[in-house]
């Protein structure tokens, strides 16, 4: 079936220093991915999201492309700051009759200043 | 808009009482998702609706789980008898038909304690 692997967390990073969170993913047909954060004590917010192959989401100087050929959907910034300290979720789905949202585990990243 | 808004925030009950969480939806969505959040499973897909009908149960774990949609702006989540077990935090979710692509809007959540 369809699922999202991410990579193990903790992350720890100073700040300043560059970020990958690591996603692949495993689907049947041609889904649309997602990244959400979580705060602490919050509920899921919609980072960034790509549509199809290519495609590349950006927000609040995140990242992350949609690369068909290697099933990938890699989360990026170039400089953390200690407010990016969160739970980050890889997640997939599809519109017409599967309307699932499928989550990764979920990513801590923890930002030290 | 006020965004998906639940209730309460948190709740903490004794074994074997009933625990009933509420949920409303963004206005116009016709999609509503219940999640369950626990450090051991992540994120559990429990519920979801459309057009206020039961559409994928499958989640569900147990008899003692229910959910309602009675109209398109409520939903709530029962849970009869509570167990410890059950403590997680609850999130609802909504999303228009057309809206996929643009992802799922949530709620804060609802932090349950089973004691």
């Known amino acids: 079936g369809d699922s999202v692997t991410q990579m193990e967390g903790p992350v720890t990073l100073s700040e300043e220093a560059f970020l990958t969170i690591n996603c692949t993913y495993t689907?049947?047909?041609?889904?649309?991915l997602f990244w959400y954060v979580q705060y602490p004590g919050e509920g899921l917010q919609l980072l960034l999201k790509?549509?199809?192959?290519?495609d590349k989401g950006s927000n609040k100087g995140f990242e992350a492309t949609y690369r068909k050929e290697t099933t990938s959907f890699h989360l990026e910034k170039g400089s953390v700051q200690v407010s990016d300290s969160a739970v980050y979720f890889c997640?997939?789905?599809?519109?017409?009759?599967?309307?699932?949202?499928?989550f990764g585990t979920g990513t801590l990243l923890a930002v030290q200043p | 808009d006020a965004g998906v808004i639940q209730s309460p925030r948190h709740e903490v009950t004794e074994m074997g009482q009933e625990v009933t969480l509420r949920c409303k939806p963004i206005?116009?969505?016709?999609?509503l998702f219940w999640y369950r959040q626990t450090m051991m499973r992540g994120l559990e897909l429990l519920i979801y609706?459309?057009?206020?009908?039961?559409?994928?149960d499958s989640g569900m774990p147990e008899d003692r789980f229910s959910a309602k949609m009675p109209n398109a702006s409520f939903s709530t989540l029962k849970i009869q008898p509570s167990e410890p077990r059950d403590s997680a935090v609850y999130f609802c979710?909504?999303?228009?038909?057309?809206?996929?692509?643009?992802?799922?809007?949530f709620g804060s959540g609802t932090r349950l304690t089973v004691v």
């Open positions: 979710a909504s999303r228009s038909t057309g809206g996929f692509s643009y992802g799922y809007t």
């Open positions: 689907a049947t047909g041609y889904p649309s």
């Open positions: 790509a549509t199809k192959a290519d």
């Open positions: 997640a997939l789905n599809y519109g017409g009759a599967t309307n699932k949202l499928i």
């Open positions: 206005s116009g969505h016709d999609y």
């Open positions: 609706f459309n057009n206020n009908v039961p559409i994928d």
